[in-house]
């Protein structure tokens, strides 16, 4: 099994200029505002336009420790998001 792995590891991927957690969400996000339509569908396109730069004003890795945060994912061997207490 062959894995490819970037020139430079500390480089996120990149697909056309986007991030690839980025351009999951852009995708995602125009693929739900197509099938909504209308006004909702423009207004999810327009929260997008706000959200993309206010991403990128953050670390790499944002998104999926927004999500842990929310309860939506969870890490491996890593404690729940409402634990304040850790001991290895």
Not at 26 to 52: E, K, P
Not at 57 to 71: C, D, E, N, V, Y
């Amino acid at each position: 099994m062959d894995e490819r792995l970037p020139q430079y590891l500390h480089k996120p991927v990149q697909i056309l200029w986007f991030a690839s957690d980025e351009f999951v969400l852009v995708v995602t996000t125009i693929f739900v505002a197509i099938i909504l339509g209308g006004m909702l569908g423009w207004a999810l396109v327009a929260g997008l336009l706000l959200f993309v730069p206010w991403l990128r004003t953050k670390p790499r890795g944002f998104i999926p420790h927004l999500a842990w945060r929310w309860g939506l994912v969870s890490f491996r061997h890593y404690p729940g998001p409402t634990q304040t207490r850790f001991y290895e």
